[in-house]
Every structure is written in structure tokens, then in C-alpha cells.
């Protein structure tokens, strides 16, 4: 039957679902450990990423924390909060796991308020708004698009890295490959490697229908390749951004 087939096997098997050791209470606890994750880093880079990016200062600090936060290795964070007051378990894990997902959500929140054409904002500044009700009524609507991609990007990534819970007593999908490789059950091992990868996969086509439907339709064409080269920018540690600037096509925004 080979190795695929058993893993089917081991899938189809009722046993497999039931209980805290099922395939639904390890999939609930793994995207439980991820959305915990992506939130926490959300709350930290996101106001950073718009506060820097509104002033137009802290382009060197933001690649410089999205270099160091890439460099360091979620298991090795890991090993470090075991030896400390954080210990093992989901929580350690979703510490590890927020500073994974910091880099995306830092640098597209940051690269898309920048990217606010700086004549919409003056005109907003001229009419009298304030710098917050700038920020919150004209910048941050117009950078919802490359926003939605820094989190999509994080989402998939924390939801592929989450496996790492069971080696420091969480839990997840991880669990599964752990005892797999506990027991030498290799259909086993790669039954969980299937079901991560599966979603993961689940997890990028909805994020990617949310991201669509927050561009607005006439924008789209021009804003989400910028969203992906801003994603693939993360990875090579720089912080950039293109938009088109065609005279017919220029951003407007109504300020009640």
C-alpha cells in the first residue's frame, strides 16, 4: 500500500478522532496556540509599525528588529524560556511564536502607511485634522490592503511553526508527529505532517479572500503584487514599497 496509503489509514482510523488526542481537540488547540500568537505580536508591532510609520521616522529601527526578530530560531527561544520563570508548555510557545510573526506585521504595517500618497495627507492636515485623526480616518484605511498581507503572511507562518508546541510539553497538531516519532510509527508521523500542511493551507486561501475583500476593486490590481513584494521583502530583511502613481489613478479619500 506504501507509506501514503498507511498515513491515509491512520487517518480514517475513528480512534484517531476522539478525545483530547483526536484530530479536532489538537486542530482547536493549534489554531487556539497560533490566533494567541499572531494577536500578541499584533498588539506590539502594529502600533510601533503606524507610529513610525505617521512620523516617517524609524525606517533603520524597523529593518534592524525585522532582521533580528528573522535571525532568531523560534526552537532556540524555546530551549532559552525553558530554563526560565516562562518554563515549557503553550504558553512558552506562543511567546516564541509572537516574536516569529512580529517581522510581517511590522514591516507591511509600516511600509503601507508610507505608502499613503504624502498629497492626500497634506490636503487631510489642511482641512484642519489632527495628526491621530489623519492617521486612524486617512492613512490607516488606504494601507488596510498591504496590512492584511503582513497578517496573512504571519498567520501561515505561525500555523506552519506551531508544530514546535509538542516538543516543550504543548500542545497541537505537533503532537501527533512528536508521538509518531516516539513510537517509529512513520505513517503516523506523516499523517501529521499532512494535516499541518493541509491547514496551513486552509489558513493562506482565507486569509487571502479576507485580503481581497478589504482592496478596494479598482486597486486591487496595483495594490496586492505590492503586497507581495512588501511580504518577500520581510524575508530579505529590507523595508519597500511600489505603487503606481498614474495621474488617472490617484487615491482620494472622503474625510467626514
Given at each position: ?48 509599525a ?35 520563570s ?13 516574536v ?48 492584511a ?37 512513520r ?70
Amino acid at each position: 500500500m506504501g507509506l501514503l496509503g498507511d498515513a491515509f489509514v491512520w487517518l480514517n482510523d475513528p480512534l484517531n478522532w476522539q478525545g483530547r488526542g483526536g484530530v479536532p481537540f489538537l486542530t482547536y488547540e493549534h489554531l487556539y496556540i497560533s490566533f494567541l500568537a499572531v494577536a500578541l505580536a499584533a498588539l506590539v508591532a502594529m502600533p510601533t509599525a503606524l507610529l513610525l510609520g505617521h512620523t516617517g521616522r524609524g525606517g533603520g529601527l524597523t529593518v534592524a528588529v525585522t532582521n533580528v526578530s528573522r535571525a532568531i530560531p523560534t526552537l532556540a527561544l524555546l530551549t532559552v524560556f525553558a530554563a526560565t520563570s516562562i518554563g515549557f508548555g503553550n504558553r512558552a510557545t506562543i511567546l516564541a511564536l509572537a516574536v516569529f510573526a512580529v517581522p510581517p506585521l511590522l514591516t507591511n504595517t509600516y511600509v503601507g502607511i508610507r505608502g499613503v500618497d504624502p498629497d492626500i495627507v497634506e490636503a487631510a492636515r489642511g482641512m484642519g485634522l489632527s495628526e491621530r485623526s489623519i492617521l486612524l480616518r486617512v492613512e490607516l484605511p488606504l494601507s488596510v490592503p498591504l496590512i492584511a498581507a503582513g497578517v496573512r503572511t504571519a498567520a501561515v507562518q505561525v500555523v506552519a511553526t506551531a508544530t514546535l508546541a509538542a516538543l516543550v510539553g504543548g500542545g497541537g497538531l505537533g503532537t501527533i508527529i512528536n508521538e509518531g516519532f516516539g513510537q517509529q510509527d512513520r505513517p503516523q508521523i506523516l499523517a501529521g505532517g499532512l494535516l499541518v500542511a493541509f491547514l496551513a493551507l486552509l489558513t493562506e486561501g482565507a486569509l487571502a479572500l479576507v485580503q481581497r475583500q478589504v482592496t478596494p476593486g479598482r486597486e486591487r490590481r496595483r495594490l496586492l503584487p505590492a503586497a507581495r513584494r512588501s511580504s518577500d521583502a520581510v524575508g530579505a530583511g529590507a523595508v519597500e514599497a511600489t505603487w503606481a502613481d498614474e495621474e488617472d489613478d490617484r487615491q482620494t479619500v472622503a474625510v467626514p
